[in-house]
């Protein structure tokens, strides 16, 4: 199986320490009690930094539960592997990892509340997903220019159709995907969007 890369911003370390410990203390607060538990102030007692610090690099809390979820599902990078099943597969593995790591599913069902709320938070919560689709939109249209994804596939439909499969099992059914169900979900949409044999 290919190696699937989750990017990382490059900062300086005392910085990347902070956003490190930020990051980490919301991921385990999520965890443990669930999204009411993530304040500012909690955040803070649980990294060991000042709320001036978090309110400079995240000026609300949606910023922050964002940037939190980013760390845990946040843009890939899959290489061209010359075939489009293989990299949807690799998509879905990464993402299958993700999800399984504890707190996830309270995160994702937070961000899906806060992106209802309208205003900045929903702006950004529709970036991160702007994001975060990207390299699944990036597939797709490479397998349209090799010729294993039908031409004139509306790739934004496709890559919906990626991403729900998984998200419904997580935070509506409450059950952990896993590799049967991936690959469940790779063969279903091969056949739905590949070209003709």
């Given at each position: 199986m290919a190696e699937v890369r989750v990017e990382r911003r490059p900062g300086r370390p005392r910085e990347e320490r902070v956003t490190g410990a930020?990051?980490?203390?919301?991921?385990?607060?999520?965890?443990?009690?669930?999204?009411?538990?993530v304040t500012m102030d909690a955040v803070a007692a649980r990294a060991g930094v000042s709320k001036p610090a978090i309110y400079r690099r995240w000026?609300?809390?949606h910023d922050l539960l964002i940037a939190a979820a980013e760390t845990r599902i946040g843009t890939l990078s899959v290489p061209d592997l010359g075939d489009f099943r293989a990299e949807l597969r690799a998509v879905l593995d990464a993402r299958l990892q993700a999800y399984r790591m504890p707190g996830t599913v309270q995160l994702l069902a937070g961000l899906?509340?806060?992106?209802?709320?309208?205003?900045?938070?929903?702006?950004?919560?529709?970036r991160y997903v702007t994001r975060?689709?990207?390299?699944?939109?990036?597939?797709?249209?490479?397998?349209?220019?090799r010729g294993d994804v039908r031409a004139g596939v509306d790739v934004r439909a496709a890559a919906t159709l990626v991403a729900a499969p998984m998200i419904f099992r997580?935070?509506?059914?409450?059950?952990?995907?896993?590799?049967?169900?991936?690959?469940?979900?790779?063969?279903?949409?091969?056949?739905?969007?590949g070209a003709p044999a």
């Open positions: 930020v990051l980490s203390a919301v991921l385990d607060l999520v965890a443990e009690q669930g999204l009411g538990a000026p609300g809390k899906i509340a806060a992106s209802q709320e309208g205003g900045e938070a929903q702006g950004a919560y529709r975060i689709m990207g390299e699944t939109r990036k597939v797709l249209e490479r397998g349209i220019a997580l935070v509506i059914e409450q059950e952990l995907p896993d590799e049967p169900f991936a690959a469940e979900v790779t063969d279903m949409i091969a056949r739905a969007v």
